[in-house]
C-alpha cells in the first residue's frame, strides 16, 4: 500500500517525464513485436491464399476461354469424293461413291465452311447437298472441280447430307449439337 503510494506520488511529480519515457519505449517495443509477428505469420497465412488466388485466376482464365468460344468459333470442313475400292458398280448395282466424311459435327451457333473438292478425273458430277429444314446447301460441282458454302449451325439435330447423284451410297451426317456452354453448365452443384 504505502509502496504503490509511493509511486503514485512519483508519476504525480517530477518524475513524470521518466515514466512517459518508460510507456513510449513499452509502446515502441509491442509495436515493433508487432511488426515482427506481421512480417512472420503474415506470409504464412497469405501464401496458401496466394496460391489459391492463383488457381481462381487460372480457373477464372478457364472459364473465359470456354465462355468465347461459342462466339467465335468458326468451323471448316473439307469432304473429298471417295470410291469403295473393290465394288463391283454394275454387279451390285449400286454406285461407290462415298464422300470422304461421313459426319460433320459441330454446335449450335458456329459457322460452318464446308469446302468439297471432286476428285473425279472423267468429269462425273458430285454435289454437297442439304436441304433439311432449316439449311440448304448445295455444292454442285463437276469433275475436278471444288466448291464451298458458308452456314450457321442455327438449329440442333442430325441433318443428312447427300450426293444428288450418287443415292443413296453418297450421304452423310451433319451432327449439330447444343452449344458447348450449356453442356458444361448442365453438370449440378453437389448438394
Ligand atoms: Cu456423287
Known amino acids: 500500500m504505502y509502496n504503490f503510494l509511493l509511486i503514485s506520488d512519483m508519476n504525480s511529480s517530477k518524475k513524470q517525464k521518466p515514466t512517459?519515457?518508460?510507456?513510449?519505449?513499452?509502446?515502441?517495443?509491442?509495436?515493433?513485436?508487432?511488426?515482427?509477428?506481421?512480417?512472420?505469420?503474415?506470409?504464412?497465412?497469405?501464401?496458401?491464399?496466394?496460391?489459391?488466388?492463383?488457381?481462381?485466376?487460372?480457373?477464372?482464365?478457364?472459364?473465359?476461354?470456354?465462355?468465347?468460344?461459342?462466339?467465335?468459333?468458326?468451323?471448316?470442313?473439307?469432304?473429298?469424293?471417295a470410291e469403295i475400292e473393290g465394288l463391283n458398280e454394275t454387279a451390285a448395282k449400286i454406285a461407290g461413291d462415298i464422300y470422304s466424311l461421313p459426319?460433320?459435327?459441330?454446335?449450335?451457333?458456329?459457322?460452318?465452311?464446308?469446302?468439297?473438292?471432286?476428285?473425279?478425273?472423267?468429269?462425273?458430277?458430285?454435289s454437297f447437298t442439304i436441304d433439311a429444314q432449316p439449311y440448304s446447301v448445295d455444292i454442285d460441282t463437276a469433275g475436278d472441280q471444288s466448291g464451298n458454302a458458308t452456314f450457321i449451325a442455327n438449329q440442333e439435330g442430325i441433318f443428312p447430307y447427300y450426293c444428288k447423284y450418287h443415292l443413296p451410297t453418297m450421304t452423310g451426317e451433319l451432327v449439330v449439337l447444343p452449344p458447348p456452354q450449356s453442356s458444361g453448365a448442365s453438370s449440378p452443384p453437389a448438394t
Do not use: W
Open 20 to 81: 512517459l519515457v518508460m510507456i513510449i519505449v513499452i509502446v515502441g517495443a509491442l509495436a515493433f513485436l508487432g511488426a515482427v509477428m506481421l512480417t512472420v505469420v503474415v506470409p504464412v497465412v497469405t501464401i496458401p491464399s496466394q496460391q489459391e488466388a492463383v488457381a481462381q485466376q487460372q480457373q477464372d482464365n478457364t472459364a473465359t476461354t470456354q465462355s468465347i468460344m461459342p462466339a467465335s468459333s468458326n468451323k471448316t470442313f473439307y469432304v473429298f469424293t
Open 103 to 126: 459426319e460433320i459435327e459441330v454446335n449450335r451457333g458456329d459457322s460452318v465452311t464446308v469446302h468439297f473438292y471432286n476428285l473425279e478425273e472423267t468429269g462425273e458430277r458430285h
